[in-house]
T-cell receptor, first 115, second 115 residues
């Protein structure tokens, strides 16, 4: 148990729809990162939020967006869903942002299926 | 650009046998290296990490890894595998200074354990 919780655990959407995934970070952690893990692949970095601002983004289009709230919880929004968006979406929290990459604590993920 | 290669997609070992999972990285400076484990339906759990210092690092569950700069490798080892070690293992490299939660993951190695 890492203390990072994600919801929903599973969901099914159709192409063109929009989805919001939620993450509660571990107590004391002010940084949240989101990863996409396609079947049979390693996780890929989407973006990171630190103190409510986006702080680093991977190679994902603008239809992937996020928010971080004052309590450090976070949302990942994906608009205009495509079939290739089907994946496990992982949230990870950590303490701090600057300097050395710190240890990430991962939630169990939200499994998104796009039909 | 940074990258991580895990040459073995799937490995099967007998319970009680030794294990070595390979990881090669590409990075221009001193890397921050990690091994994570993912059990089915679960998030990622950190096994161990290397930032600096002693090149042989000890982790949880009896795992260890050795950083070899000359070979750009960070192989994971365990002297005696238990059936509960069956899982997916991911090697990752930190993206660099001030990159916070951005990790670059390998494709993963699936470990099966024979009784």
């Amino acid at each position: 148990e890492t203390g990072v919780t994600q919801s929903p655990t599973h969901l099914i959407k159709t192409r063109g729809q929009q989805v919001t995934l939620r993450c509660s970070s571990q107590s004391g952690h002010n940084t949240v990162s989101w990863y996409q893990q396609a079947l049979g692949q390693g996780p890929q970095f989407i973006f990171q939020y630190y103190r409510e601002e986006e702080n680093g983004r991977g190679n994902f289009p603008p239809r992937f967006s996020g928010l971080q709230f004052p309590n450090y919880s976070s949302e990942l929004n994906v608009n205009a869903l495509e079939l290739d968006d089907s994946a496990l979406y992982l949230c990870a929290s950590s303490r701090g942002n600057s300097g050395v990459t710190g240890e990430l604590f991962f939630g169990e993920g939200s499994r998104l299926t796009v039909l | 650009a940074q990258s991580v290669t895990q040459p073995d997609i799937h490995i099967t070992v007998s319970e009680g046998a030794s294990l070595e999972l390979r990881c090669n990285y590409s990075y221009g400076a001193t890397p921050y290296l990690f091994w994570y484990v993912q059990s089915p339906g679960q998030g990622l759990q950190l096994l161990l990490k290397y930032f600096s210092g002693d090149t042989l690092v000890q982790g949880i569950k009896g795992f260890e890894a050795e950083f070899k700069r000359s070979q750009s490798s960070f192989n994971l080892r365990k002297p005696s595998v238990h059936w509960s070690d069956a899982a997916e293992y991911f090697c990752a490299v930190g993206a660099g200074y001030n990159q916070g939660g951005k990790l670059i993951f390998g494709q993963g190695t699936e470990l099966s354990v024979k009784p």
